[in-house]
Protein backbone atom coordinates (compact mmCIF):
# COMPACT_ATOMS: atom_id res chain seq x y z
CA UNK A 1 0.00 0.00 0.00
CA UNK A 2 1.26 3.58 -1.11
CA UNK A 3 2.46 5.49 2.15
CA UNK A 4 2.09 9.95 0.94
CA UNK A 5 3.36 12.14 2.84
CA UNK A 6 2.95 16.00 1.95
CA UNK A 7 4.84 18.94 2.87
CA UNK A 8 5.10 22.85 2.05
CA UNK A 9 1.67 24.26 3.49
CA UNK A 10 1.52 27.12 5.59
CA UNK A 11 0.02 31.32 5.31
CA UNK A 12 0.00 33.38 2.74
CA UNK A 13 -1.40 36.56 1.75
CA UNK A 14 -3.91 36.50 -0.98
CA UNK A 15 -2.32 37.06 -3.92
CA UNK A 16 0.76 35.09 -2.82
CA UNK A 17 1.98 31.81 -4.10
CA UNK A 18 2.74 28.59 -2.24
CA UNK A 19 4.30 24.72 -3.40
CA UNK A 20 2.78 21.55 -1.91
CA UNK A 21 4.61 17.94 -2.47
CA UNK A 22 3.94 15.12 -2.12
CA UNK A 23 6.30 11.81 -1.39
CA UNK A 24 5.20 8.36 -2.13
CA UNK A 25 6.77 5.59 -0.58
CA UNK A 26 5.83 3.21 -3.30
CA UNK A 27 8.57 2.01 -5.88
CA UNK A 28 5.55 2.02 -8.25
CA UNK A 29 4.92 5.21 -7.99
CA UNK A 30 5.22 5.83 -11.59
CA UNK A 31 2.33 3.86 -12.37
CA UNK A 32 -0.23 5.32 -10.38
CA UNK A 33 -2.80 8.12 -10.73
CA UNK A 34 -1.98 10.92 -8.69
CA UNK A 35 -4.01 13.96 -7.33
CA UNK A 36 -4.66 16.65 -4.80
CA UNK A 37 -8.16 17.30 -2.81
CA UNK A 38 -8.55 19.88 0.06
CA UNK A 39 -11.29 20.53 2.86
CA UNK A 40 -11.56 23.80 3.82
CA UNK A 41 -13.44 24.74 7.37
CA UNK A 42 -17.00 23.45 7.80
CA UNK A 43 -16.76 22.16 3.98
CA UNK A 44 -16.60 18.89 2.32
CA UNK A 45 -13.59 17.65 0.68
CA UNK A 46 -13.40 18.60 -2.43
CA UNK A 47 -11.16 17.46 -6.16
CA UNK A 48 -8.23 20.04 -7.04
CA UNK A 49 -6.15 18.87 -9.59
CA UNK A 50 -5.05 15.05 -11.14
CA UNK A 51 -2.29 13.79 -13.09
CA UNK A 52 -1.82 10.59 -15.00
CA UNK A 53 0.93 8.51 -14.40
CA UNK A 54 2.73 9.59 -17.30
CA UNK A 55 2.85 12.85 -16.33
CA UNK A 56 1.00 13.35 -20.04
CA UNK A 57 -2.66 14.34 -18.79
CA UNK A 58 -3.82 17.29 -16.23
CA UNK A 59 -7.39 17.74 -14.85
CA UNK A 60 -8.29 20.43 -12.99
CA UNK A 61 -11.29 21.69 -10.79
CA UNK A 62 -12.40 25.03 -12.45
CA UNK A 63 -12.01 27.11 -8.91
CA UNK A 64 -8.23 26.46 -9.41
CA UNK A 65 -7.67 26.09 -13.24
CA UNK A 66 -5.62 28.69 -14.28
CA UNK A 67 -3.73 29.19 -10.96
CA UNK A 68 -3.09 25.79 -9.99
CA UNK A 69 -0.94 23.26 -11.83
CA UNK A 70 0.14 20.04 -11.21
CA UNK A 71 3.00 18.34 -11.50
CA UNK A 72 5.25 15.01 -11.02
CA UNK A 73 8.89 14.05 -11.23
CA UNK A 74 8.33 9.80 -11.25
CA UNK A 75 12.12 9.58 -10.46
CA UNK A 76 11.91 10.98 -7.22
CA UNK A 77 8.52 9.03 -6.42
CA UNK A 78 7.19 13.01 -5.59
CA UNK A 79 4.17 15.13 -6.82
CA UNK A 80 3.47 19.26 -6.71
CA UNK A 81 1.39 21.71 -6.41
CA UNK A 82 2.20 24.89 -7.50
CA UNK A 83 -0.99 27.25 -5.90
CA UNK A 84 -0.49 30.46 -7.40
CA UNK A 85 -2.84 33.93 -7.17
CA UNK A 86 -3.69 32.25 -4.03
CA UNK A 87 -7.20 33.26 -2.43
CA UNK A 88 -8.70 33.25 1.00
CA UNK A 89 -11.37 30.53 -0.16
CA UNK A 90 -8.53 28.64 -0.75
CA UNK A 91 -8.24 27.80 2.49
CA UNK A 92 -8.31 24.70 3.44
CA UNK A 93 -6.23 21.17 4.39
CA UNK A 94 -4.70 19.77 1.11
CA UNK A 95 -4.53 16.08 0.60
CA UNK A 96 -2.54 14.17 -1.83
CA UNK A 97 -4.47 11.08 -2.93
CA UNK A 98 -3.29 8.30 -5.48
CA UNK A 99 -5.58 5.63 -7.48
CA UNK A 100 -4.07 2.70 -9.30
CA UNK A 101 -6.86 3.14 -12.15
CA UNK A 102 -4.97 4.63 -14.66
CA UNK A 103 -7.55 5.51 -17.11
CA UNK A 104 -7.24 8.63 -18.94
CA UNK A 105 -10.63 10.56 -17.84
CA UNK A 106 -9.23 12.10 -14.92
CA UNK A 107 -12.78 13.92 -14.46
CA UNK A 108 -13.56 10.25 -12.90
CA UNK A 109 -11.51 11.29 -10.27
CA UNK A 110 -13.75 14.47 -9.59
CA UNK A 111 -16.46 12.46 -9.04
CA UNK A 112 -15.32 9.36 -7.07
CA UNK A 113 -11.91 10.48 -5.51
CA UNK A 114 -9.29 8.22 -4.50
CA UNK A 115 -7.70 5.04 -3.06
CA UNK A 116 -5.02 5.79 -0.69
CA UNK A 117 -4.23 9.50 0.65
CA UNK A 118 -1.87 11.28 2.84
CA UNK A 119 -2.39 12.70 6.06
CA UNK A 120 -2.64 16.61 5.13
CA UNK A 121 -1.36 19.57 5.15
CA UNK A 122 -2.68 23.11 5.99
CA UNK A 123 -2.92 26.29 3.64
CA UNK A 124 -4.29 29.28 5.20
CA UNK A 125 -4.83 32.62 3.22
CA UNK A 126 -5.65 35.89 4.57
CA UNK A 127 -6.98 38.89 3.34
Known amino acids: QVQLVESGGGSVQAGGSLSLSCAASERTFSSYTMGWFRQGPGKEREFVAA????????YYADSVKGRFTISRDNAKNTVYLQMNSLKPEDTAVYYC????????????????????WGKGTLVTVSS
Open 97 to 116: AADRDRRSDLSYFYYYGMDY
Open 51 to 58: IRWSGGNT
